[in-house]
Nanobody, 122 residues
């Protein structure tokens, strides 16, 4: 069974920083098969950062230069360093993992954590 558990969310002031962590268990693929998404109330879920099929980092334009995704594959950890936070970054942040990943098979994200709330005040 796959379990993804996020941590590190909280309330910060604009300009502050947070580091989110995701611990994966029961996942048989690399943590480069994982990524971060977020969803604000009433808004669609959007991708924030992830690794593409050639394991290159991808970032949403809104977070480029401010957020950094990293992973520790041997430990099945995924991280998101968030700097220069703004109120627009307020959302529930989710860790996700692809259903199948490796070789020629890279499927869509299928496993999701429970989310960790990030709230940024002005």
């Amino acid at each position: 069974q796959v379990e993804l558990v996020e941590s590190g969310g909280g309330a910060v002031q604009a300009g502050g920083s947070l580091r989110l962590s995701c611990a994966a268990s029961g996942y048989n693929y690399s943590s480069t098969c994982m990524g971060w998404f977020r969803q604000a109330p009433g808004k669609e879920r959007e991708a924030v950062a992830y690794f593409d099929t050639v394991r290159r980092t991808w970032y949403a334009d809104s977070v480029k230069g401010r957020f950094t995704i990293s992973q520790d594959n041997p430990k099945n950890f995924l991280y998101l360093e968030m700097n220069s936070l703004t109120p627009e970054d307020t959302a529930m942040y989710y860790c996700a993992a692809r259903g199948r990943c490796g070789g020629l098979v890279w499927t869509d994200f299928a496993y999701w954590g429970q989310g960790t709330q990030v709230t940024v005040s002005s």
